[in-house]
């Protein structure tokens, strides 16, 4: 089976750099995606990891290492907008090449 | 206007009532999905479908059902409505692209079971 940990909250001051880590076990790994959900809005796509190495974006980037099952996303300068909560998902080739989701980390962006 | 719409986008219905929710989409994409999210289990997958003929299950499909009328129309069903199905429940469309099949997702419909 698929297995995504992420911590569950986080909390950050505005302008600092917060890391926020993911952890998964799978056999089928074909692609690491991060997302951003605000309170009772959809999910967006944020970045996309499939090889190892960090992936950058602007304020955003993103770490993948396939053979310690970990990534995680880095967020500099941040801003009170970032405040939401960070979706983890690993594509999976046992899962039909679908998309399995950890629990997601809120983060709360304090002045 | 939004590539991804649901409806209804709020709903509260009683236990054992049928309930349908639709997904349309204007993005042309293949791929589309049902997911729920709950607090602290993040979003699971219901169903999901690579084109009109193919409709497969999900992670927890029992209690639900769906229905591809269309390349751009994925309605999911709950033929008898029980508590535990409240939740807030994603369509997402999906395609090929450089972010991978990097998933799009509707605004969500928020369902209340009493």
Same mark, same amino acid.
């Given at each position: 089976g698929q297995n995504i940990d992420q911590p569950t909250e986080m909390t950050a001051t505005e302008g600092a750099i917060v890391q926020i880590n993911c952890t998964y076990q799978t056999s089928g790994f074909n692609g690491l995606f991060w997302y951003q959900q605000h309170a009772g809005e959809a999910p967006t796509f944020l970045?996309?990891?499939? #090889?190892?190495? #960090? =992936? =950058?974006k602007g304020r955003f980037s993103s770490f993948l290492s396939r053979s310690k099952g970990y990534s995680y996303l880095l967020l500099k300068e941040l801003q009170m907008k970032d405040s939401a909560s960070y979706l983890c998902a690993v594509r999976d080739k046992n899962y039909g090449q679908n998309f399995v989701f950890g629990p997601g980390t809120r983060l709360s962006v304090l002045p | 206007d939004a590539d991804v719409t649901q409806t209804p986008r709020n709903r509260i219905t009683k236990t054992g009532k049928r309930i349908m929710l639709e997904c349309s989409q204007t993005k042309g994409h293949d791929r589309m999905y049902w997911y729920r999210q709950d607090p602290g289990l993040g979003l699971r997958l219901i169903y999901y479908s690579f084109d009109v003929k193919d409709i497969n299950k999900g992670e927890i499909s029992d209690g639900y059902s769906v229905s591809r009328q269309a390349q751009a129309k994925f309605s999911l069903s709950l033929e008898s409505a029980i508590p535990n199905? *409240? +939740? !807030?429940?994603?369509? +997402? *469309?999906?395609? !090929?692209?450089?972010g991978g099949y990097e998933q799009y997702f509707g605004p969500g419909t928020r369902l209340t079971v009493t």
């Open positions: 970045s996309y990891n499939v #090889l190892d190495g #960090l =992936e =950058e | 199905q *409240t +939740a !807030l429940y994603f369509c +997402a *469309t999906s395609v !090929l692209g450089r």
